[in-house]
């Protein structure tokens, strides 16, 4: 695996991140390590009716039921190439950024390297994409720009919705 310090020698500082890298279309991405709970293979998904064209599926994960999204299809318009380096990452999910986390799969290729720098050192790319809020600054370094994916943007309200439906407040309430 690949891990940048930054421009910085020795230990890395106290303030210092870790991001699992990865591709879509040409163009590198990070996510904080801290909201990735695991990473799977690939593998089969069963699909969701009426969803969006980027929502990939769902599959049995410990005995729940994790809804997938394909970074592919959200980030560059193309599904996710089926490579040995392809994978899902599960990560920390809460459903209007509070609550308890529930998993959220998330199928991104070359995930295979790790960069460690400070948040800080991410920078504002001068673009206010209110159609992509989940993107956030983006990285410079040696190996080229990486663009902060941040999870608990991902969603917009009718995806919450329907991938994570609110639960009734008492049992046998009706819906």
Do not use: K
């Not at 500082?13 to 996510?31: D, E, I, M, P, V």
């Amino acid at each position: 695996m690949f891990a940048a310090q930054s421009g910085r020698f020795g230990a890395p500082s106290q303030t210092s991140s870790l991001f699992l890298l990865f591709s879509c279309g040409g163009a590198r991405y990070g996510l904080e390590a801290g909201e990735v709970a695991e990473v799977l293979a690939l593998r089969r998904l069963q699909p969701i009716a009426q969803a969006p064209a980027w929502v990939a599926g769902i599959f049995s994960h410990r005995g729940s039921l994790v809804p997938v999204l394909d970074l592919g299809t959200l980030l560059a318009g193309q599904p996710a190439a089926q490579r040995t380096s392809t994978r899902i990452v599960l990560v920390h999910y809460r459903r209007g950024g509070a609550g308890p986390a529930q998993l959220l799969g998330l199928i991104v290729e070359q995930a295979s390297e790790t960069l460690r720098c400070a948040p800080s050192e991410f920078s504002d790319y001068g673009l206010d994409n209110q159609d992509a809020p989940y993107l956030g600054p983006v990285y410079q370094g040696p190996q080229g720009l990486v663009q902060w994916v941040r999870v608990q943007d991902l969603l917009p309200a009718e995806a919450q919705a329907l991938l994570f439906p609110a639960v009734a407040s008492a049992p046998g309430a009706p819906a």
